[in-house]
């Protein structure tokens, strides 16, 4: 990356750099939930060459944040090496991925990766990231129904959707699964999902997002859905087999230890926690 580029994102594409520095902080920690040097050298590019200032826009990065983001990460990397290992040469599809390292750390030397993002993300992870053969990208919206074009299912098909479809409206959110449903028979979809908000206003246009630091907000999040809600998603589309919950890995310290395993045994509470959801789609 040149000197004099500058890193200058807004709206949803910025997510991407907010995840990737509380996801760097906790990859430096000894006693790490997640190895992640890819991570950490990502963070220190953007900031010393790409002019990013990380702790200005977005405050010193919170220990529980970064845990929970990347045990978040740690979950989908489980689904992944599950699928390769069914499918070694199978195609993982990484929508919105923006900085994610993920290729990095479930690469078992055969899998083909595809990043679908919109080109100014896009452009940022290609001038930081090397790219090599079985990495490819596709500057599309993923709303755009036309990137699921060109993608053989015939040696399996693993969609990811990390930290995305909150960001997009419920319609295109059921359109999105549809899509993939449709299009990669016998694949799969894994996706997380912030719980909704009791007092929230109902109409998705209205709402803001979270504040994560002072000065900052993450944008505003149209789609949240409880667990509890998990069997709706069948009426997508027919091709739906399966939906299942993927749970975290263990983390660190008294509140993974005490807090979370007391939250899942209160069902009210279990339902109103951000989850990780699998969804297979039937062979044709």
């Known amino acids: 990356m040149a000197a004099s ?7 949803v594409p910025e ?7 509380q996801r760097a902080a906790e990859a430096r920690r000894p006693d790490t939930v997640l190895p992640d040097p890819e991570a950490v050298a990502l963070a220190e590019a953007v900031a010393e060459t790409g002019g990013y200032p990380f702790t200005e ?7 529980l944040v970064a845990q929970a983001l990347a045990l978040r990460a740690a979950c989908f990397d489980s689904v992944v090496r599950q699928f390769l290992d069914a499918y070694p040469e199978g195609t993982v599809v990484s929508l919105g991925e923006g900085l994610e390292t993920a290729f990095w750390r479930c690469d078992n030397g055969r899998v083909s990766w595809l990043t679908v993002d919109l080109p100014e993300p896009l452009a940022l992870r290609h001038s930081l990231l090397p790219h090599g053969s079985r990495q490819h990208t596709l500057a599309c919206d993923v709303r755009d129904p036309s990137w699921t074009k060109g993608i053989d299912p015939a040696r399996g098909v693993l969609v990811l959707a990390q930290g995305l479809l909150m960001y997009l409206r419920p319609p295109e959110v059921r359109d999105l699964i549809a899509n993939c ?3 990669f028979p016998g694949g799969g979809l894994v996706f997380d999902a912030v719980p909704r908000t009791p007092g929230r206003p109902a109409d998705p246009a209205a709402r803001r997002g979270p504040p994560v630091a002072r000065g900052y907000r993450l944008p505003p999040m149209p789609w949240r859905m409880n667990a509890a809600e998990r069997p709706r998603l069948a009426t997508a589309h027919p091709g739906i087999v399966e939906i299942r919950g993927v749970e975290l890995p263990p983390g660190r310290g008294l509140l993974w230890a ?3 395993p007391r939250v899942e045994r209160l069902p009210v509470l279990r339902s109103r926690r951000p989850t990780v959801t699998l969804l297979r789609f039937a062979n044709r």
């Open 181 to 183: 449903a449709e299009q």
């Open 5 to 11: 580029t500058a890193v200058v994102l807004d709206g």
């Open 15 to 21: 997510t991407m750099l907010w995840t990737l520095y």
């Open 57 to 63: 826009r977005f405050g010193h990065p919170h220990p």
């Open 258 to 260: 005490v807090a979370v």
